[in-house]
Structures are given as structure tokens and as C-alpha cells.
């Protein structure tokens, strides 16, 4: 059993108006699609866990036209989840049948950010090749990872793009992460010929996904979390 870490660069006119919305503005720095389920009448229930400003999010959300009910629920100041109820749009199956076609599994969570949708599929090898040769050439595919599937040998780093791993890399060379701390924000943004901001940035996603999948593979109890009311475009 083979799996395949793919992240795909939907274009313009595949993408959800979400996906849009995420790329685009500060607002909204990360989304992950934790579960998900369709019915016979095209429509679809969706989970996400989400980063970034909650009242942004539903501003924008509102107004999508597929999307019929949502429901917000606060985790902390800086995330939340988001349940949407919404119509399927011909958009996304354009590129969702390349997986409907095949005997495949698709592992959650689906992660979005500024570079797409990353993915991990489950199945045969020739499965998994097929899917790639039958995605609609439009959408630029970026291969992460390929191999023997494995979930507990899985690397808490997996998730991060190329800049995040170098920003990594360059702020455990200052001794950023030292104890004492040896090296300022200011010495892992001159490695890396970018503003602080910048590298604050790339840093504080990186440290959140790895956070994140340590907890993961950890038993703990849940956050509290407090409901809002659903929301009907």
C-alpha cells in the first residue's frame, strides 16, 4: 500500500470562492478540512478547522452563494471550526473526479494555504498514477512525498513548505531556539534576506503545524470551545 503527498495548485476558476479568500488576504492564515460527507441531492457537509480572524471569515463566507448554512464555533482568539452545509459545485468536481475514478483513499486533514491544497491519498501505486496523469492539466501538481504508507513513521515536519523548513533551519543556526536563546529574530531574517515580519511569519506557521501534529499523536483533552450561532446565506 503506497501513499502520496501531493499538493495541488488549483487555478483561478477551480478554486472556492474560500480558498480564494484564504489566498488573498491577511485575514485568514491557515485552513484545514478535518472531515467531510456528500448526499444523492449534491450537497455536501464539511468541517474545517480554521486560523485566523473569525469575523473576516464569516463576512466572506456569507456570501458564497453555494454554501447554504454555516456554523462557527471559537477555539481560542486566533481559531476556530467552521461547519458548512453547501450545494457541490461543477467547479470542484472538475478536478475531484480524477479521485472518484480510482480506488483511493483520501486521508485527512486537507491542508490549504498560500501555495494550494495538500493531500495525502491512499492505494495502489498504479492508482496513485493514474490519479496524477488524470487531474485536468490547469492545476499545477507538486509531489511532496511517495512512498510505503506508514502513519507512525510519519515526520512531525512533513507539513511545511520549502521556505518554512529553511526559515527552520536558519533560525536553529542563530540559536533562536537555544536555551538561553542565543540568536534574535533579527539574525534569522538576515539568513534568510528578509524583513522580520517575514521571517516572524514563516516561523510561527512552522511551529504551528509541527505543534500541531505532536498533539495529534498525543491523547490530551480538547479545548473548550464556544459555539455561535449557525449562519444562513
Known sequence: MKYLDVTLD???ALRHPMEEFLRG????DREELLAWN?????VEYALFYVEGDLAAYRDRIDRVDSVRDVTLTRIDAGSFYSYVCQETREEEEAWRRAFARRNLVVVPPLEYD???????????????QALLADLPPEVDVTVEEIGDYDRRHATVAGGLTDRQLEAVAAAVDV????VPRGGSL???ADRLDCAEST????????ESRVMRRIARATPAAGPSV????????
Open 10 to 12: 488549483l487555478p483561478p
Open 25 to 28: 488576504s491577511e485575514a485568514i
Open 38 to 42: 456528500t448526499s444523492a441531492e449534491a
Open 114 to 128: 498560500e501555495r494550494g491544497v495538500r493531500i495525502t491519498v491512499v492505494g495502489a501505486g498504479a492508482d496513485l
Open 175 to 178: 540559536g533562536y531556539y537555544a
Open 186 to 188: 533579527a539574525d534569522v
Open 199 to 206: 521571517a516572524s511569519n514563516h516561523l510561527r506557521k512552522a
Open 226 to 233: 464556544a459555539r455561535e450561532a449557525p449562519r444562513r446565506t
